[in-house]
């Protein structure tokens, strides 16, 4: 039979328990840059805007990859094409059709980030949105912040200990509660300037555009946890 009694949540006498939190804040530089494409197209004729909306998005896809290993992924999400009615007396006609591609690109060259924005986004009816600034999921600045935010909570659990005459025993529960609380980036920060650029009809290529400058906008790391130990025995003095 089991004779040992059962731990007590908030400790005894001989074991009293100290309940901390450690924090950390930390700010990087981004590893990565998405950027969005929406190409588009439309006629009369549905054979005409499918064909049409079929080179822009060639068109679109083969400049992303002439920039090579500027590009780390490219990834084709929905296609529609969709007819746009009208009313001709008490019955609707197909008036137009309309077709649109949305593509993303990530790109780990920010030199070739604003080249390769600026040329997208002179293209006949195409839509550029981003950059959204990033980390990589397994970046080393996730693993510094959480080794931080544990060393932050040993730390202050010490300064209480000390100020208690005491020093801590045994770690009890260390939690890691950043999921819960920390601000989500989903993994790509948030718009840097919101930039988007749509153009409708024939484009001018007697000259082409400068390239936009495009600064980095540095990344938010945060890292919390709980952490629960137990001490020894203070010796209490009365005033």
Known sequence: MDTNPAPTPYGTPDA???AVRGEA???ADPEIARITIT????????HDALNDLTRRNTHALDLIKTYGEAVENIETGTFSISPQLTRHGRTERVRAYHGRVHITAELTDFTALGE???RLADLELTRVEG??????????THRRARQQAVREAVQRAR???EALGTSLAALVELADIGAENTPSFAGYGGPAGGM?????GAAD???EAAPLDLEPQRQHVYATVNARFTMAPPELKGP
């Open 205 to 207: 290529h007697t000259t």
């Open 16 to 18: 009293p328990r100290l």
């Open 159 to 161: 300064e209480y200990a």
């Open 131 to 140: 950059p959204w600034w990033a980390l990589r999921p397994d970046s080393p």
């Open 116 to 118: 390769l924005t600026t």
């Open 25 to 27: 804040h930390l700010e």
């Open 39 to 46: 190409v588009h197209a439309r006629g009369t004729d549905r």
């Open 196 to 200: 988007r650029a749509a153009y409708a």
